[in-house]
């Protein structure tokens, strides 16, 4: 039981990070790394917040970074053409 309430914690503690990170990203970060978004409204912002909050140790690492375009695609398909 304790082995359960542990890994609950963990994930508790990491969505709780990815809603006050989402929050400030979906706010003021999301056009620094995808152009595109800038001006976007807020539904689209809305909808791509349960990803932010899911995927926010990446997001936070490509804003820290100061990357500004998506990366390109690399798979068999690309690297053939």
């Given at each position: 039981?304790?082995?359960?309430?542990?890994?609950?914690?963990?994930?508790?503690?990491?969505?709780?990070?990815?809603?006050i990170f989402?929050?400030?990203?979906?706010?003021?970060?999301?056009?620094?790394?995808?152009?595109?978004?800038?001006?976007?409204?807020?539904?689209?912002?809305?909808?791509?917040?349960?990803?932010?909050?899911?995927?926010?140790?990446?997001?936070?690492?490509?804003?820290?970074?100061?990357?500004?375009?998506?990366?390109?695609?690399?798979?068999?398909?690309?690297?053939?053409?």
């Amino acid at each position: 039981m304790v082995i359960i309430e542990r890994i609950l914690a963990a994930f508790a503690a990491y969505l709780a990070c990815g809603v006050i990170f989402g929050l400030a990203f979906v706010v003021a970060g999301i056009h620094h790394i995808d152009p595109i978004a800038r001006g976007s409204s807020i539904g689209f912002r809305v909808a791509v917040f349960p990803g932010v909050v899911a995927f926010w140790p990446l997001l936070l690492r490509r804003w820290a970074r100061g990357v500004n375009e998506p990366p390109i695609e690399r798979n068999p398909h690309r690297l053939g053409a």
